[in-house]
Nanobody, 127 residues
């Protein structure tokens, strides 16, 4: 059974940092790309960042480029999202997700390309 468990969310002041973690189990983590998405109240879920199964390619939404960094540790079956210079508009529930295609050659950036999702972790940035 595939499980994705996020952690690391919380309340932080604008300009601060947080690191989210997503621990995976129940499948061959090292063969699947991983992504982070977020959803603010009243808005659709949006792409934040993604990393190829091999770790060789990364992709970011324009809104977080230069501030957020995605990484993965295949030995620990964990993907991370380091978030720096946080802004109030980054406030949302953050979800990690596992790609639905094994060893995809490109980075998946839409919700439709991901099969499994975590329960989400709340990130609140105060001004």
């Amino acid at each position: 059974q595939v499980q994705l468990v996020e952690s690391g969310g919380g309340l932080v002041q604008a300009g601060g940092s947080l690191r989210l973690s997503c621990a995976a189990s129940g499948y061959t983590f090292s063969r699947y790309g991983m992504g982070w998405f977020r959803q603010a109240p009243g808005k659709e879920r949006e792409f934040v960042a993604a990393i190829k199964w091999s770790g060789s390619r990364l992709y970011y939404a324009d809104s977080v480029k230069g501030r957020f960094t995605i990484s993965r540790d295949n030995a620990k079956k964990t993907v991370y999202l380091q978030m720096n210079s946080l802004k109030p508009e980054d406030t949302a529930v953050y979800y990690c997700a596992a790609d639905r295609i094994i060893m995809r050659s490109v980075v998946a950036v839409t919700t439709y390309e991901y099969d499994y999702w975590g329960q989400g972790t709340q990130v609140t940035v105060s001004s």
